[in-house]
């Protein structure tokens, strides 16, 4: 029993001492992978600090921009580890890490296709000027304006105050009207004039009207076309251009042409008539 316990005793003896030879020999190495950690481990804050500031001109959705400078500060991360166990000799250790995490990656990948579709879809939104923070838009068969993208979804605003949160991957794939991308809009507005109007003077008064409160740029006009002859009216269209990117302003465009077409008719003494039903008793 003594023998075995001696017998032990030396092994680990030998052990212990051929790991301080072990490390007395590489520590020079061991002192080296220690600064190279500690130097990529600064070099990785200060990228994720600049690529923060960098991004916030082009991304300004915050989530996205934290994203992926945190990608950035984790590659820089990752090199700075290789390199560690590089110079320790432990190659062998890295390719092992590599091969788990790449088939770590397909496993999450398989299990997250949704989410992962729309945290790029997410990625997609933010990298191309199509959305931003305020715009008005329809999909997916709701309008509103925009007041938040993130990595997994887009929130709207509705007019009646509501918030709708659509998640991008459903943006992406489905058609979308961003009243944000042009600032200046279309308006049309269909009225009517009684039968005995000068229907001339009806397009010139209308015309001016409408241009001297919303005046068109060089290449816009103010157009009114007669459409048909109604039951009491004739009717028509008429066309301008205004600035409009939501759609409280597009109401409220439409709101002050209607005002403005009403005065300037009443000044003139032009009639917009209403159907009136004649009961003839016998």
Not at 51 to 68: E, F, P, T, W
Not at 72 to 84: E, M, N, P, R, T
Not at 144 to 155: C, D
Not at 241 to 264: D, F, G, M, P
Request: glycine letters at 4%; charged letters at 20%; one cysteine or more.
């Amino acid at each position: 029993m003594e023998n075995q316990f001696s017998s032990s005793w030396e092994l680990l003896r030998e052990k212990v001492f051929l790991w301080i030879d072990k490390a007395i020999y590489n520590f020079p190495n061991i002192v080296i992978a220690i600064l190279v950690c500690i130097i990529f481990y600064w070099l990785s804050n200060t990228a994720n600090t600049i690529i923060n500031k960098s991004l916030k001109r082009h991304i300004k959705q915050l989530s996205i921009r934290s994203l992926i400078a945190r990608l950035g500060s984790l590659l820089i991360l990752f090199l700075g580890l290789a390199l560690a166990l590089s110079v320790l000799n432990l190659d062998g250790t890295l390719k092992t890490l590599l091969a788990g995490a790449g088939v770590t990656g397909v496993a999450l990948s398989l299990a997250l296709q949704g989410t992962l579709s729309n945290t790029l879809s997410g990625f997609y939104l933010a990298v191309n000027d199509i959305l931003d923070i305020g715009d008005w838009v329809e999909t997916n068969g709701f309008s509103g304006a925009i007041v938040e993208i993130n990595l997994r979804n887009t929130k709207l605003k509705e007019a009646d105050n509501n918030i709708v949160v659509i998640p991008n991957k459903e943006i992406i794939e489905k058609p979308f009207k961003n009243f944000g991308l042009t600032k200046r809009v279309r308006t049309t507005i269909n009225c009517g004039v009684a039968y005995d109007s000068n229907l001339e003077e009806v397009e010139k008064i209308a015309t001016n009207a409408i241009s001297d409160i919303f005046p068109p740029s060089e290449d816009e006009e103010v157009e009114l076309y007669f459409s048909e002859f109604g039951d009491s009216s004739i009717n028509f269209i008429l066309r301008f251009w205004a600035n409009a990117t939501e759609n409280l302003t597009a109401l409220q465009v439409k709101s002050k042409a209607i005002k403005t077409l009403t005065q300037s008719f009443d000044a003139h003494n032009i009639e917009i008539p209403f159907p009136i039903t004649t009961i003839v008793q016998r």
